[in-house]
């Protein structure tokens, strides 16, 4: 199985900026290797993705409603995916959470339900 921990969330003004992290492990340690995931969730909605990155390639997508804000990227050992948040808006405030999906396609895919693992989630307060 593959473990992943989110962190890095907080509370910013609109404008501000963020990097979460997701730290990833699991059993081959750093030689396991999928498609990670960005998702969010706000209290009473849907979990929505907001931005993948895949194993075989790198590439990465992003929704519509993040482009040109966020960026996702990795370190070098693929041990921790990042999540740069810039020009954050109130609309962005939700529980973020990292993911891990087994099929590692090579165009990450945005359906919460073709993800295999999931972090525990980290909050993102944006204020107006």
């Known amino acids: 199985q593959v473990q992943l921990v989110e962190s890095g969330g907080g509370l910013v003004q609109a404008g501000g900026s963020l990097k979460l992290s997701c730290a990833v492990s699991g059993a081959g340690g750093v030689f396991s290797r999928y498609t990670i995931g960005w998702f969010r969730q706000a209290p009473g909605k849907e979990r929505d993705f907001v931005a993948g990155?895949?194993?075989?390639?790198?590439?990465?997508v992003y929704a519509d409603s993040v482009k040109g804000r966020f960026a996702i990227s990795r370190d070098g050992a693929w041990s921790t995916v990042y999540l740069q948040m810039d020009s954050l808006k109130p609309e962005d405030t939700a529980v973020y959470y990292c993911a891990a999906d087994r099929e590692n396609p090579t165009t990450p895919r945005s359906g919460r339900n073709e993800y295999d693992y999931w972090g525990q989630g980290t909050q993102v307060t944006v204020s107006s």
């Open positions: 990155i895949a194993w075989i390639g790198g590439k990465t």
